[in-house]
Nanobody
Framework: VQLVESGGGLVEPGGSLRLSCAAS????????MGWYRQAPEKQRELVAT????????NYADSVKGRFTISRDNAKNTAYLQMNSLKPEDTAVYYC???????????????WGQGTQVTVSS
């Protein structure tokens, strides 16, 4: 099982970016996907989550109203649309998937490789 992220980069304050997280491999079922972020000298923060069945979402207070998480179940892919970006959004963003692999008995969490988001003028 592999999660591949894309979409990070450098953007000016007020700008937008969209992150993607594509899961592939021997996947039986995916239950939820989401993103954490880690800024230098700060604790890791849960940014957004989405369940794959009902599409229920949850956001950190710091991103509510600016970020939107969505998913395409047919593609095993989650997206994080980030608008009105601020310098304090600068961090490495890590996606995850809570899923059962076809070779496993239990649900486990798999991680993407991380993608840098830098908000600066």
């Amino acid at each position: 099982v592999q999660l591949v992220e894309s979409g990070g980069g450098l953007v000016e304050p007020g700008g937008s970016l969209r992150l993607s997280c594509a899961a592939s491999g021997s996947i039986f079922s995916i239950y939820a996907m989401g993103w954490y972020r880690q800024a230098p000298e700060k604790q890791r923060e849960l940014v957004a989550t989405i369940t794959t069945s009902a599409g229920s979402t949850n956001y950190a207070d710091s991103v509510k109203g600016r970020f939107t998480i969505s998913r395409d179940n047919a593609k095993n892919t989650a997206y994080l649309q980030m608008n009105s970006l601020k310098p304090e959004d600068t961090a490495v963003y890590y996606c995850y998937g809570d899923l059962i692999a076809t070779t496993a008995l239990d649900e486990d969490r798999y991680w993407g490789q991380g993608t840098q988001v830098t908000v600066s003028s």
